[in-house]
Each structure stands twice: as structure tokens, then as C-alpha cells.
């Protein structure tokens, strides 16, 4: 069975890698991207490979650590989570080539391909042209171990002329199955009907650029489902001793401990630097315009929504209300760049949760005067 026979089994009647992308894919009203091959609320952030891999290097700069290994071992957690959930189960045999829905899982990500360089001692896989190196690695090693029950220990090196190769080494380690791991918020609820642009401009652009590769606007897009971020932050928390860059004094989580504050600034500092420097022009009028950046900021990428805002101050200080957020930190950080594209100085976020509502409050670093 080839690629496209494979998707036309798990999707309706897509005739190419784009077709199937949008269908396993499905923008919902609440700023969410689901994933219709798996259980309906595994909502999924449709993000930039650059983009990514610079909010990734912004993260680490600001925890003053490398969080690749820590990276690498939540993608190894979600995906043997994930192969338990949903209609798509675990690979079988040693021969990845005939591993059909992993490799649809993989191009319809916009993860990359596969294949086997040697299996001995040490099997050795090779992706080329990873989307991350880290998730790719922590992927192929859970896709390994399911198909072969066996516990394995992983490295991976990475260059431009082989690609990315895992090296995989049989472990007797005993670690038990993943458990479901729920956010620290509670989301208002979660959308019921598809987004109300046309499905054509949410996918505008979108071009199958090779094997495991697609982009949006030319530029290549990956989705990630949000268990993997919130497992990854939890490998992070216990090394994290404070923010060392960054404008860390610009960020307020009410009812968060100190280390998971300090993950939440450097995620959200580092989202709202990467998007001050793309250069986006932000128009603001009055309150009722922050639907619309929400809207595009947002929900275009899968970060979530926003169901009401209002005016708080006289200096462009806003309160919003999240319907659904991916995840708070990323998306007040993307919401404060907007903010400081808007009015051309500092600002500052406030994040509180009450009564299963998430509040995000935009204001100036700065008091000014009246």
C-alpha cells in the first residue's frame, strides 16, 4: 500500500498530500486546530519550523540551559501516549518502510521522512529534512520501541549532508506507559463548529514542497499536539532556577508556583520576541479591533481564541478573555508582541484564571501620566 492509498483509507477522498493534510486537520470556531484522526479535543499548534526552532532558542537563552534532551524525551512520552489513542496504533517490525500510518502520521505533520540505515547492535534511522531534531528523534525512538516492545537509550547528531541520524541501542530499562496529563488551566470549553473563514483561506497557499514537507506562504509548517508542550514543560520544571535574559518583571502568573513562572516568562518572552522582530504592522483603533489580531495572530496558528475584551486604561491597556488557549504563556506572549507592535513601547502581560476562564490583561511597562 503506497502514501496516497494510505490516506485515502484514513481520510474521505483526498487526492494529494495537501487534500490530506486538510483533512486530518479541522480549524474549529474556538481558535483550535483537532486532530480528526485521533479523539476530538487533542488540539495541535499549526507553527512555523522557524518560527519553532527560534521561540526553542529563545526558551533555552532564557533558562540559561540546553532543553534538547529534555525536548527529545517528551516527544518520546507523547508519541507512545499518542499511539495508544485513536484509530492509529503502534508500528510493527523492523523494517520501517512498511510502518504505512507512521509515515502518514509524519507527512501530514510536515515532520519529515524516514528510512533505515542499518540495524544491528545498533539500529541507525535517518529523517531527512527533520522539522526538529529533537521531536523527530523522540518520535522515531517511540515509533522503535513500539514496534519492537523493547526499551531502547537514543542519540542523535545532525548535519546538512546526512540529515538527521538516531542511534538506537536495546535498553532494560523498565519505565511504565504515560499517563494523560491534563493543563494547569481549565479552557472555557471547546469550540463546536468549524472556523468561519472559508476552509480555502485557512489553507491558503498550502503547496506539498517534498516527502514529509509542506509549507503555508512558503514557509514550512509543522503542527505539534499540545500534550507534547505541556509534557515538555514538565521535564523542564525541576532544573529551571529563574529566568537569567529577558524581561522577566514584564510577566505576571497569578496562582502559579515560582519554577512553573518561570518557565511560563521565558516561554512567553521568547514568543513575543520572536514576533516583534517579523516586523507584523498591528492596528489599533479601540478594544473591539483585539478580536480581529486575535483572530489572525491566533487562531490562524491553533493558539486559541478570544470571546471578549475591554478597555482598562487610557494608554491602550486591554483585558482579554481566552475561549480556548493552546497554551497561556505562548499565547499572551504572541498577544504582547501585538500589543508593543501597536503602540510602539513596552508592555506587560498579566495572566488570572477564575472560575475556569483564562484573563490576559495588556498594559504599559511604564506608568504614564495622565
Not at 541520524?165 to 506507559?177: C, E, F, S, W
Not at 468549524?194 to 503547496?207: G, H, K, P, Q
Not at 514529509?212 to 507534547?228: C, P, T, V, Y
Not at 516561554?267 to 478594544?287: I, P
Request: net charge negative; proline share 3%.
Amino acid at each position: 500500500m503506497g502514501l496516497m492509498d494510505s490516506i485515502r483509507k484514513y481520510f474521505s477522498t483526498p487526492s494529494s498530500l495537501e487534500e490530506g493534510v486538510k483533512e486530518r486537520w479541522k480549524a474549529f470556531d474556538d481558535g483550535t486546530y483537532r486532530d480528526s484522526s485521533r479523539d476530538h479535543d487533542e488540539i495541535a499548534w499549526r507553527v512555523g519550523v522557524g518560527w519553532f526552532e527560534s521561540w526553542f532558542q529563545g526558551l533555552e537563552k532564557r533558562a540559561d540551559q540546553s532543553l534538547g534532551r529534555r525536548l527529545a524525551h517528551a516527544a518520546v512520552e507523547h508519541e507512545e501516549y499518542m499511539m495508544g489513542s485513536g484509530d492509529w496504533g503502534t508500528p510493527s517490525g523492523r523494517v520501517p518502510a512498511s510502518w504505512f500510518q507512521t509515515i502518514l502520521r509524519w507527512e501530514t505533520s510536515g515532520l519529515g521522512r524516514f528510512r533505515i540505515l542499518e540495524d544491528g547492535d545498533e539500529t541507525r534511522i535517518v529523517v531527512e529534512q527533520p522539522a526538529s531534531g529533537p521531536i523527530c528523534s523522540g518520535f522515531i525512538t517511540a515509533a522503535w520501541e513500539g514496534a519492537t516492545s523493547k526499551r531502547h537509550r537514543f542519540l542523535w547528531s545532525e548535519s546538512a549532508g546526512e540529515g538527521l541520524v538516531i542511534t538506537l541501542t536495546q535498553d532494560v530499562a523498565q519505565i511504565p506507559n504515560p499517563k494523560p496529563l491534563n493543563p494547569t488551566w481549565n479552557d472555557q470549553g471547546f469550540g463546536t463548529g468549524a472556523m468561519s473563514e472559508s476552509n480555502n483561506e485557512m489553507w491558503l497557499d498550502l503547496r506539498s514542497d517534498s516527502h514529509g514537507q509542506w509549507s503555508i506562504l512558503g514557509e514550512r509548517r509543522m503542527f505539534l499536539h499540545r500534550d507534547l508542550i505541556l509534557r515538555f514543560e514538565e521535564y523542564c520544571l525541576p532544573y529551571l532556577d529563574g529566568i537569567s535574559e529577558g524581561r522577566a518583571e514584564d510577566y505576571t502568573w497569578k496562582g502559579l508556583d515560582e519554577k512553573r513562572s518561570a518557565w511560563w516568562t521565558a516561554a512567553a518572552d521568547s514568543a513575543r520576541k520572536r514576533f516583534v522582530t517579523e516586523g507584523h504592522h498591528v492596528l489599533v483603533r479601540d478594544s473591539s479591533d483585539w478580536a480581529s489580531i486575535a483572530r489572525r495572530h491566533l487562531s490562524y496558528h491553533g493558539l486559541g481564541g478570544i470571546e471578549s475584551m475591554k478597555q482598562i486604561d487610557g494608554h491602550g491597556g486591554v483585558s482579554l478573555d481566552f475561549s480556548t488557549a493552546f497554551h497561556p504563556a505562548i499565547a499572551s506572549g504572541v498577544l504582547l508582541g501585538c500589543w508593543e507592535r501597536a503602540y510602539g513601547r513596552n508592555g506587560r502581560a498579566s495572566i488570572r484564571f477564575e472560575k475556569g476562564k483564562v484573563t490576559l490583561d495588556l498594559l504599559s511597562s511604564r506608568e504614564i501620566a495622565a
